[in-house]
Structures are given as structure tokens and as C-alpha cells.
């Protein structure tokens, strides 16, 4: 079985679904599945993240050329479909994809788009690709909570529906709280101020830090707030027991999560967070802002967690954490019993094996690829992300405008 992925790449990009597919891929692969994976990168080829990775681990990766308009991206997806002969079709959240899956599945090739977060994007990705009328473009769509699950749940009786969280890998031992050891508190994610509200941790990072001079406390990540954290930091005269450790890569992940205790996320909304699955893999705890998906699946109030109102009653939980060993233990058990039974990466990958197997057996044909591939109007969201090609008279008027400009 062939099965192409679509994603995302540039320089920096360490996030839950590149971490995702850097686990996922080559054990697909391992399974005798042979995977593929098309980028749009957003830096040199050798400047970029996963791609490097990806290669290096076996797994062949193509980076489309850029420059083209969403039409001429979908046509190039497809002529690289139909070179390698693909079964399936994973578009995920990549647009110039999902377009170009109309003609996949119209082709016998099974299609499947994944929902990651419950944000903006993936609704503007519902609404044009999922939800009734929309019903030739996907055979499939994975969501990874139960929250996206509900929502996508009778939006299109046409598509099949699964729900595969991402997982985690679950090491053979775990973090440890012993007498006299100091406590560590870490975020580990994007470093962004929407959604993240990494300027509300950071500020929160500082002023326990002058009430807790015996905890240390860790931000990892890379982002375009990188700048904000530091000044916060510096505005707090830069508190010898705060460090902005800057990008983590996810093979070094899981070794800080195993020296840390305190897992802290206070976004205001997620798909299901691989940052915080693989810090309760390592048994560390997690204190979190309540929000309706993917957390609540996840931490479970005074069982495998903590919930805060905000950034305002994390100083509580930390000291409630720091000085109750055993209540720590309990939970930091519980959480990585948790993850190993339910959302481990050895599950992700069953899961997924399962999904191929579900959707194998459609009858090929040879694509059909139009010289012109005639798309639905661009959702109002994608503006700037989905360009679309001007007609001919449109592109020899700005040529003409340019020359006489010269």
C-alpha cells in the first residue's frame, strides 16, 4: 500500500503535527506501508525542520514548488499522485491538497483530511471541504478530540468519520519527586502570545518565581513572541530562577520531561496537545486552563491534574503540588497510565493501520487531471493563502503594465 501525506515545513517549525508525523511515518513504514510525504515549505529545503528528519529516518519527502497559485499546487499534487501510483491520499489541513483530493477520490484514491484544532482554520476547512454539499472531495476525516469529533458529527453523512488522537511515546520509566530535589515547572510549545497566551505564562513564571525561590521554571519553544518573553522577563529584573530555553527538538523532548514535575498550559484552544501527551507519557503533572477540546480528555480534576483559573491560580496549584509529594505521585502515575492505555503512540499507529485497512479496496482508474482545474471560490479565511490564477487576459495586461513601468 502507497499512502501520501501533505504537510507544512520551514525553519523553526517544531509543532505537535510535525512532531506527529516524524513518529508516525517511519512506523508506518516499519508496518510495510510505503509512505510519502509532499511539503510546502517556507524555507530552503536544508534550513527546514521535518523534512531533514524525515529523509534521514527513510522516508521520502518532496517539497512542491511555491511560487504557483493554488490550481497549478493541486495539479502538481496530482501528476505526483498518479507518478507514484498512491492508495491514499492524506491532504490534512494543507488547502492546495484538499482541492486537489476532488480528483483523487473521483479516481478510486480514498482521501482523508485530519482536523488538529478547533480554531479558525479548521473551521474554514469544514465548512469548504466537510460539510454538506461539500461530498467529492473526501472519503474520510480524522479529527483527534472528541470535542472536533461532535462537531464534524452530521456535518456530512457522505464522509466516514474516525477519531485518532496523535499519541505519545510512553518511556519504560518516569519523572521522580525525591526529598530535596528541586521542583522544575516547564511550558513547552509554540511561543506565541494568541492562543498560548505565552505572555501570561512568562509574566506567571515571574512572580512565582519570587514566591517560590526553590522552583525552577523552564519555557521551551520557538515562535514569533520570542522577543515578548524576554522582555517580560527582563521587566522582572530577570529572575535567576526563570530560563527561556528557546526550541526544544522532539528527540531531546522527552529526556527534560523526565527531569521536570509541572506540566503548564493555558491555551484558549487546542485539538488535543501533543506537548502536554507527552509530558503526562513521563508521568510529569499537568496544570491547565479548562477548555472545551482535547484537555478535558486529558486531565481529569485531582486525577491525572490540575485545572486553574487561568494564570492567576497556577501559584497555588504549584505550591499544593510542591509540598504534597504524594498527592504528586499519585497523579503523575495516573497520568502516564493514562496516556500508555489510551493515548499512546503505539495506538496512534493501530489506529491509523486500521484506517488503510478500512479504506482499502476502492477500484483505481488513472486520475483525470484537467489542463485547468476549475475550483470552488476561496473561502473568505484562506484570503492570501489560496491564490488562485487570474485569467489570461488579467496576467498579459500586469505583464504589459510591467514592461512599459521598465
Known sequence: MKVVFCAYDGKDIINGINTWLIRLLPALANRGIEVSAIFIAWAAEKDCTTIPKLRALGIKCTVIPTAHYTEKQANWMLRYLQAENADVFIPGNMVPALHAAKWANEAGIPTVAVLHNDDAEYAAIIDQFVAEPNDTNLSAVVTVSEALYKSVQGRNKNIKLYKIPCGAPVPKQKAILKPGTTFKVVYIGRIVKEQKRIDEITTCFCECAQNFPDVVFYIYGSGPDAALVNTIINAYNNPENVFFAGSILPEDVQQVLLSSHTFVLMSDYEGIPVALMEAMACGVVPVCKLINSGIPELVHDGATGLFTNGTKGLLSKIEYLKHNPGKWEELSLNCQKLITDQFSSDKN??????????????????????????????????????????????????????????
Open 349 to 406: 499507529l493501530a489506529s491509523w493501520t486500521e484506517l488503510f485497512n478500512d479504506l482499502a479496496g476502492r477500484q483505481k482508474k488513472r486520475i483525470a487531471i484537467p489542463s485547468r482545474l476549475n475550483l470552488p471560490p476561496p473561502h473568505p479565511y484562506f484570503e492570501g493563502l489560496d491564490r488562485r490564477e487570474p485569467p489570461m487576459l488579467v496576467k498579459a495586461y500586469k505583464k504589459l503594465k510591467r514592461i512599459l513601468n521598465n
